[in-house]
């Protein structure tokens, strides 16, 4: 494994665990995301998402519910993103603890 995949197998990890966030409804949109289309993104993407796990929780609830839309224009491409792909995967079989 060369230096720089060490440090982008590193750097995912980090992520994953930064997409986890404690509140059951965020991990049920951000954890699948970020195991299923992360790897997949524009670098333009993966960074937007790095920069919305930056925010409060309160702030990702609302706008990953659809209840406001957030004040930096740059991250709604990537909430709809998270947003479309948790509308279309199949989460019944999830149950909160």
């Given at each position: 494994m060369s230096e720089q995949q060490a440090f982008d197998a590193t750097a995912r990890k980090r992520l994953y665990w930064h997409s986890r966030?404690?509140?059951?409804?965020?991990?049920?949109?951000?954890?699948?995301?970020?195991?299923?289309?992360?790897?997949?993104?524009?670098?333009?993407?993966?960074?937007?998402?790095?920069?919305?796990?930056?925010?409060?929780?309160?702030?990702?609830?609302?706008?990953?519910m659809r209840r406001e839309l957030p004040d930096d224009p740059a991250l709604t491409p990537i909430i709809t993103r998270i947003v479309d792909y948790a509308e279309s995967t199949h989460t019944s079989d999830v149950r909160p603890l």
């Open positions: 966030r404690g509140m059951w409804e965020l991990d049920l949109m951000l954890v699948p995301f970020i195991e299923n289309c992360f790897d997949g993104l524009s670098d333009e993407d993966q960074y937007a998402y790095q920069t919305l796990l930056a925010c409060e929780d309160q702030d990702l609830f609302l706008w990953l």
